[in-house]
């Protein structure tokens, strides 16, 4: 079945740097897919942050453009985000799945803590 493995992410100031990145192991069609990215804060609903049509056209929340940057690696099956100048309100967890509906198991998201 797809498999949904994000890793990265880390512990850092306000201000700092970060990334996030997504192998999708058993998709085929992961390529011709929309992909994003989203996030949950403790105790919060999940939230599209980013996300990435097949072209590479992208589209970002608000609160992340000219911030974040999305990306994909098709012959890899990979999903990248780049999450620059941080704020404590970007902590949560991060997952990469399909958009705008996602189809498949969520997988166990990348840990991003920002310090005020």
């Known amino acids: 079945q797809v498999q949904l493995v994000e890793s990265g992410g880390g512990s850092v100031e306000a201000g700092d740097s970060l990334s996030v990145s997504c192998v999708i192991d058993n998709f085929a069609s992961f390529s011709l897919r929309t992909m994003g990215w989203y996030r949950q804060a403790p105790g919060k609903q999940r939230e599209l942050v980013a996300s990435i049509y097949k072209s590479g056209s992208t589209n970002y929340s608000d609160f992340v453009k000219g911030r974040f940057t999305i990306s994909r690696e098709n012959a890899r099956n990979t999903l990248n985000l780049q999450l620059n100048s941080l704020k404590f309100e970007d902590t949560g967890l991060y997952y990469c799945?399909?958009?705008?509906?996602?189809?498949?198991?969520w997988g166990q998201g990348a840990q991003v803590t920002v310090s005020s």
């Open positions: 799945h399909t958009s705008p509906v996602p189809f498949y198991s």
